[in-house]
């Protein structure tokens, strides 16, 4: 058993190494961005790879050599399944409602007309989206019909970057005042108005299109549950002051007794039929208590979770344990590709 490994610093692979080396497992660091990279883990069973939707090299390629390695038999990390709607909200509506899972009214038009006419008659507020971005980026309360005829315009004719520079300052300034981020942060966030992150100047703006989801009152929080390898484990994220976003505001509470049970076996459910190697559910509550997904991912950030005091398996008992969830992607995969070592002998 040999593990191909394309490691970046601060991403999973840092963890799947530790794993690697500390239960003897054979491993190799490649590079996916060689030209033959397919040559390269050739003599591998496994190839991981947390690809980022901010890195656009990722973005370019990373999705392409996966599921080509996929189809040639090699298990991979992020598989098909995991990983093919990744940073992509309308994706995720398809797929959601294909299945038939709870999922906060959303709504794509590929027609400036038929948006216009869309946004005439529906209620406000909404919530604006890029189909890419996380941490609550790209990310808009509209709260009228001039302010959705506004955005809708632009989304048919010049479009909207990558990089919300004014935003980011914002952001980061807010930050700043909450005691999440330092002098030095707000003046890296004044220093992207002048220049503009790598993944933004390469990518081409987004247009042609616009999403819009419903906006869920009386949320003060959102719930995030992430499933590896039959566990769950589960954090409730506070809104941010004066905004209607969660995610990314780094005010996270981690009691058990916070997080809403029907949200885990909800999450359990929808895996059920999605089959991902590992997915992260956002959950938001409706008036009558029910959880809906705002959207998913497999990518989440590392050290926030590390504070978890426990995990559900899908039976949902609950496990006072701390435990390390780069290390369960890995059994995962070794897990399965023992299963198909004894099917294929």
């Known amino acids: 058993m040999k593990i191909a490994i394309h490691h970046r610093e601060g991403s999973f692979s840092e963890r799947w190494l530790q794993y690697c080396i500390k239960n003897n497992i054979s491993y190799k660091i490649v590079n996916a961005f060689d030209n033959d990279i397919i040559h390269q883990v050739k003599d591998c069973d496994i190839f991981m790879w947390h ?18 390695l996929e189809q040639a038999g090699i298990i991979v990390f992020p598989n098909f399944n995991t990983g093919w709607h990744f940073d992509d909200k309308v994706a995720q509506k398809y797929l959601l409602e294909a299945i038939g899972a709870p999922l906060v009214p959303s709504y794509v038009f590929y027609e400036q007309a038929e948006a216009l006419a ?6 406000f507020p ?34 909207f970057a990558q990089f919300d520079k004014l935003g980011n300052l914002k952001e980061r300034f807010n930050k700043f005042k909450a005691g999440q981020d330092s002098l030095i942060g707000v003046l890296k966030g004044a ?39 039959r566990k769950a484990f589960a954090i409730k994220r506070m809104v941010r002051t004066g905004d209607f976003r969660a995610s990314g505001s780094g005010n996270i509470i981690y009691d058990i007794d916070s997080i809403n049970i029907k949200t885990i076996e909800l999450a359990f459910s929808v895996n059920e039929i999605l089959r991902s190697q590992c997915v992260a559910f956002d959950f938001v509550l409706d008036d009558d208590g ?42 995962s995969l070794l897990s399965h590709s023992h299963i198909e070592s004894d099917t294929n002998s």
């Open 51 to 68: 690809h980022h939707h901010g890195k656009f090299k990722d973005v370019l390629t990373a999705k392409r050599i996966l599921f080509a």
């Open 290 to 331: 029910n959880p809906l997904i705002v959207e998913i991912s497999y990518g989440f950030s590392i050290e926030a979770y590390d504070q978890c005091p426990g995990y559900w398996d899908e039976n949902l008992n609950w496990y006072t344990k701390k435990f390390n969830p780069q290390y369960w992607m890995i059994e």
């Open 191 to 229: 220093g992207r108005l002048v220049v503009t992150p790598e993944f933004s100047r390469l990518q081409n703006n987004e247009n042609g299109y616009v999403y819009f989801q419903d906006f869920i009152p009386n949320n003060k929080s959102d719930t995030r549950v992430i499933i590896i390898n």
């Open 126 to 159: 909404k919530v604006f989206k890029l189909k890419g971005g996380a941490g609550a980026k790209n990310v808009k309360l509209v709260r009228s019909y001039k302010e959705a005829k506004k955005i809708i315009h632009q989304a048919f004719n010049k479009g």
């Open 118 to 123: 869309w946004a005439k008659q529906t209620s």
